[in-house]
Antibody, heavy 119, light 109 residues
C-alpha cells in the first residue's frame, strides 16, 4: 500500500525557517517525481514545486511565489522528501501536502501538515 | 503561465441528478496532462480523472471526463451523497507544472 506521511509543520514567526519531511512507503520511491502542494485555509490548491528522479538528474522546479525561498530535496536511501522553507511570510500559512507525480497526475497524496506563519 | 478557470464556483444539485463541471484554460493544454481531483473537508485531494478522460484506479464509472484544447468537462452521471465535495482541475504538462483551477464546490440542494 502506497503511503505518504508528512511531518515538521508548526508555528513559526515571519522571516523564520522550517523543514518539512515526507516519508514514503509502498512503492519504489527512487523511480518517481515528487511534488509539494499547499492549501491556505479555506482556499484552493497551489503547486509549490517538484523534484524529478535520479534518471532526470534530480532537477527541481518551483512556483514563482516560493522560488528563491523554498528548496526541495530528497534522500532516496531513506525514501524521504523534504521541503526547506526560509524567509517565511504570513501568506505561506497553509497545509502542505506531498504527492507522487506521474504521467497520470498526482496519484497519491499524504494527509498534509499545517504550517502557520504568525507573530 | 496557463491559467485554469473553473465554473460554476458553486453547483447546487440533488442526489440522483447529473453534474457538469467546466474547466477552461487560458491556452491550449495537452489532453494527456489534464486531471480532475475531488476533495472532501479535512481530507487530501483524490485523483479522479487523468489524461482528460481516463478514470483513476477505483473511481466509479459515474465519473467521466472529456474535452480538449482549452475546454474540459467533468461529468457525474447520477450524484451519490458521497459525491458532494470540492472538485479541482489541474494541468501538469506545461511550466509552471501542476497548475490548479480555483475549484467548484458541489453542494446538496
Amino acid at each position: 500500500e502506497v503511503q505518504l506521511v508528512e511531518s515538521g509543520g508548526g508555528l513559526v514567526q515571519p522571516g523564520g525557517s522550517l523543514r518539512l519531511s515526507c516519508a514514503a512507503s509502498g512503492f519504489t520511491f527512487s523511480d518517481h517525481y515528487m511534488d509539494w502542494v499547499r492549501q491556505a485555509p479555506g482556499k484552493g490548491l497551489e503547486w509549490v514545486g517538484r523534484t524529478r528522479n535520479k534518471a532526470n538528474s534530480y532537477t527541481t522546479e518551483y512556483a514563482a511565489s516560493v522560488k528563491g525561498r523554498f528548496t526541495i530535496s530528497r534522500d532516496d536511501s531513506k525514501n524521504s522528501l523534504y521541503l526547506q522553507m526560509n524567509s517565511l511570510k504570513t501568506e505561506d500559512t497553509a497545509v502542505y501536502y506531498c504527492a507522487r507525480g506521474t504521467v497520470a497526475g498526482n496519484d497519491y497524496w499524504g494527509q498534509g501538515t499545517l504550517v502557520t506563519v504568525s507573530s | 503561465e496557463i491559467v485554469l478557470t473553473q465554473s460554476p464556483g458553486t453547483l447546487s444539485l440533488s442526489p440522483g441528478e447529473r453534474a457538469t463541471l467546466s474547466c477552461r484554460a487560458s491556452q491550449s493544454v495537452s489532453s494527456s496532462y489534464l486531471a480532475w481531483y475531488q476533495q472532501k473537508p479535512g481530507q487530501a485531494p483524490r485523483l479522479l480523472i487523468y489524461g482528460a478522460s481516463s478514470r483513476a484506479t477505483g473511481i466509479p464509472d459515474r465519473f467521466s471526463g472529456s474535452g480538449s484544447g482549452t475546454d474540459f468537462t467533468l461529468t457525474i452521471s447520477r450524484l451519490e451523497p458521497e459525491d458532494f465535495a470540492v472538485y479541482y482541475c489541474q494541468q501538469y504538462g506545461s511550466s509552471p507544472r501542476n497548475t490548479f483551477g480555483q475549484g467548484t464546490r458541489l453542494e446538496i440542494k
